[in-house]
C-alpha cells in the first residue's frame, strides 16, 4: 500500500548491536531516534540497554559502549517498551535499514510489542541518487554531502542524527532534481527499489 504521508515526517532510528544478526543471539546494546515533523527535529530517543550478558571487546571498541557502561543500563525489555511508545505509529528510517529493522523486529517480538512495518532505507536511496559518491556509508555520504557533523560515529543518537540530516537532504535533492513539489514517505520508499537506470521514470 502506498504511503502518502509526507517523508518529511519520521522517525530517524539506529541500533548499537553485540553482533550482527538477532537470529544468533545478538542484542540491542543502544538505541537513539530523532523525531521529525514538517523536517524539524521535535524529539530525540536515546538510551544504552542491558543485554543480559558481556559483549566482546571488538564491539566495545567500535561503538565505545563498554561493559561498565552497560552493567547499570536499564534491560532491553524496559527500554524497548519505552521506544515503542516513542515510534507511535510514525513512518521509520534507518541507514541500511534491514540491519536495524531486523533488531526492532527481534526486540519487539520478546515484549509482545508492534509497530506500523513502514520502514524506509536512506542508504538504498542514497546508492540511486548520489551515483558519483565513493561509497555509500554513513559518514562518506555526510562528507560528500558537506553535512554538519561532530565527529562522533558508531554511537546511535548522533549516526540516527546524523541519517535525519542526510535524509532531508535527499528530499531537497529530489524536489529539485526531479521537480517534485511534495515529497511522501510512500515515494522514498519506491525510490530505494527502483533500479538506478529506471529512476528517471518514476517522475516521467
Known amino acids: ?26 542484542r540491542a546494546i543502544e538505541i537513539g531516534a530523532v523525531k521529525l515533523e514538517d523536517g524539524q527535529v521535535v524529539a530525540h530517543f536515546q538510551q544504552l540497554m542491558n543485554p543480559g550478558f558481556r559483549v566482546s571487546s571488538f564491539i566495545e571498541s ?13 534491560c ?10 516513542f515510534i507511535g505509529d510514525a513512518n521509520l528510517v534507518a541507514h541500511n535499514a534491514s540491519f536495524d529493522q531486523r533488531f526492532l ?8 510489542r508492534k ?32 553535512i554538519h557533523h561532530d565527529g562522533v560515529f558508531h554511537r546511535a543518537l548522533a549516526d540516527s542524527e546524523m541519517t535525519a540530516r542526510l535524509w532531508l537532504a535527499m528530499i531537497d535533492d529530489i524536489k529539485h532534481q526531479y521537480g517534485v513539489e511534495d515529497v511522501s514517505f510512500g515515494l522514498m520508499q519506491k525510490f530505494a527499489k527502483t533500479p538506478k537506470s529506471n529512476i528517471n521514470k518514476l517522475f516521467s
Open 1 to 26: 500500500m502506498f504511503n502518502s504521508r509526507s517523508a518529511n515526517s519520521v522517525i530517524v532510528l539506529d541500533f548499537e548491536t553485540t553482533g550482527l544478526s538477532p537470529t544468533q543471539g545478538d
Open 62 to 74: 567500535y561503538t565505545g559502549i563498554s561493559n561498565n557502561m552497560l552493567r547499570t543500563a536499564p
Open 76 to 85: 532491553c525489555e524496559n527500554v524497548m517498551a519505552e521506544f515503542a511508545d
Open 105 to 112: 523486529d527481534a526486540e519487539l517480538a520478546l515484549i509482545n
Open 115 to 146: 509497530y506500523s512495518d513502514q520502514f524506509a532505507c536512506s542508504m538504498l536511496i542514497a546508492r540511486r541518487l548520489y551515483q558519483h559518491a565513493p561509497n555509500h556509508k554513513l559518514g562518506t555520504l555526510v562528507d560528500y554531502k558537506h
